[in-house]
């Protein structure tokens, strides 16, 4: 049974930094990319940063420069390491596991930047 386990959410003031983790549980998580998406109220779901097969990383232009993405395939990890949060941050973030056509969601976890 696939399981991904999605942490570190809370609030915090601006410029404020939050550690999110994502634990895959049923998958060789070596073979898959790890998106991180979010969702703000009312808003659509949008994707914030991957993590490669090949331990690269790609980021949404509004992220670049405070948010990285890493990922320990020993320990079927991914961490989404976000610096210089603002309140536009706020969001649900779900990660999102996929290779070859199959993919699988965390139940997400809520952030909340506000003063």
């Known amino acids: 049974q696939v399981q991904l386990v999605d942490s570190g959410g809370g609030l915090v003031q601006p410029g404020e930094s939050l550690r999110l983790s994502c634990e895959a549980r049923?998958?060789?998580?070596?073979?898959?990319?790890v998106d991180w998406y979010r969702q703000a109220p009312e808003k659509e779901r949008e994707l914030v940063a991957t993590?490669?097969?090949?331990?690269?990383?790609i980021y949404a232009d509004f992220v670049k420069g405070r948010f990285t993405v890493s990922r320990d395939n020993i320990n079927r990890r991914s961490t989404l390491q976000m610096n210089m949060l603002e309140p536009e941050d706020t969001a649900v973030y779900y990660c999102?596991?996929?290779?070859?056509?199959?993919?699988?969601w965390g139940r997400g976890t809520r952030v909340t930047v506000s003063s």
């Open positions: 993590a490669t097969v090949d331990n690269g990383a």
């Open positions: 049923g998958i060789n998580f070596r073979l898959f990319a």
């Open positions: 999102h596991v996929r290779a070859r056509g199959s993919g699988w």
